[in-house]
Structures are given as structure tokens and as C-alpha cells.
């Protein structure tokens, strides 16, 4: 996905994060099911799903067997990663991105990590 996401309000963040940590796609119901600390209720969960699907951060990954009807299933459209990173990069200036890079640099403790990251945009930067 090229086009630059759009910004979660807090509760559209606590959805994608769930959805981000699970390993398959979920249900309304098992996004509740695994928010434990809160308290969804399953209209507002389908409403936070619907705005994250006009916001292309959810996708349509399938249907699964509920107890008498099928559900429909959602996964993100892009990890966590990649949406900070395109979010990043859109919503701040050179100068805010330049000073966010070096923050994440002197935050990193593994000086070979930070190598290798900077190793690794050279090659992708000089093809």
C-alpha cells in the first residue's frame, strides 16, 4: 500500500493493535475476546471495523463458522511497522523526521543493529 495511512483515534489504535499481535485473522468477536482489559461492546467494535475499512488499515480476510451464521474475518492491510514508518515519513517535515531517525538511533543500545539498518538503507539507496 502506497497511499499514506490515515490517523487511528485511540480506540481504531487499540483495534489495529490487537489485530496486529494476532497470528490470524479475527471476528468482531474475537477482537473482544481478545482485548481482555477492555470493555468492547460488539456495535462499537463493528463501527471502529467499518472506519477502519474506509481507512484501508483493515481488509476483508475471510468468513468463519459462528454458531449458526458465518462471520466475516479482518487482518490489517500493513504491520505495525510499516504503518509507523509511512506515517512517519507523510505527517512530519524533513527536519521533525531527521531528529525522530537520530532519537530512535541514540535509543537503540546494539550499536551493530544500527550498523546494519544504516548498511542496509546504503545498498537499498546506491541500486
Same mark, same amino acid.
Given at each position: 500500500?502506497?497511499?499514506?495511512?490515515?490517523?487511528?483515534?485511540?480506540?481504531?489504535?487499540?483495534?489495529?493493535?490487537?489485530?496486529?499481535?494476532?497470528?490470524?485473522?479475527?471476528?468482531?468477536?474475537?477482537?473482544?475476546?481478545?482485548?481482555?482489559? !477492555? +470493555?468492547?461492546?460488539?456495535?462499537?467494535?463493528?463501527?471502529? %471495523? =467499518?472506519?477502519?475499512? @474506509?481507512? *484501508?488499515? $483493515?481488509?476483508?480476510?475471510?468468513?468463519?463458522?459462528?454458531?449458526?451464521?458465518?462471520?466475516?474475518?479482518?487482518?490489517?492491510?500493513?504491520?505495525?511497522?510499516?504503518?509507523?514508518?509511512?506515517?512517519?515519513?507523510?505527517?512530519?517535515? !524533513? +527536519?521533525?523526521?531527521?531528529?525522530?531517525?537520530?532519537?530512535? %538511533? =541514540?535509543?537503540?543500545? @546494539?550499536? *551493530?543493529? $544500527?550498523?546494519?539498518?544504516?548498511?542496509?538503507?546504503?545498498?537499498?539507496?546506491?541500486?
Amino acid at each position: 500500500m502506497s497511499k499514506t495511512p490515515k490517523k487511528l483515534t485511540n480506540s481504531e489504535r487499540e483495534i489495529m493493535q490487537v489485530l496486529w499481535k494476532s497470528e490470524k485473522p479475527l471476528t468482531a468477536s474475537g477482537i473482544i475476546a481478545a482485548s481482555p482489559n !477492555k +470493555e468492547w461492546k460488539n456495535s462499537s467494535v463493528h463501527l471502529l %471495523i =467499518k472506519s477502519l475499512l @474506509d481507512k *484501508d488499515l $483493515v481488509e476483508v480476510a475471510g468468513f468463519e463458522k459462528t454458531t449458526k451464521n458465518y462471520a466475516r474475518t479482518f487482518k490489517p492491510t500493513m504491520s505495525y511497522e510499516d504503518y509507523s514508518i509511512k506515517f512517519m515519513l507523510n505527517d512530519t517535515d !524533513k +527536519e521533525k523526521r531527521k531528529n525522530i531517525i537520530l532519537k530512535m %538511533i =541514540k535509543e537503540e543500545t @546494539d550499536l *551493530d543493529i $544500527v550498523r546494519e539498518v544504516l548498511d542496509a538503507a546504503k545498498d537499498k539507496l546506491s541500486k
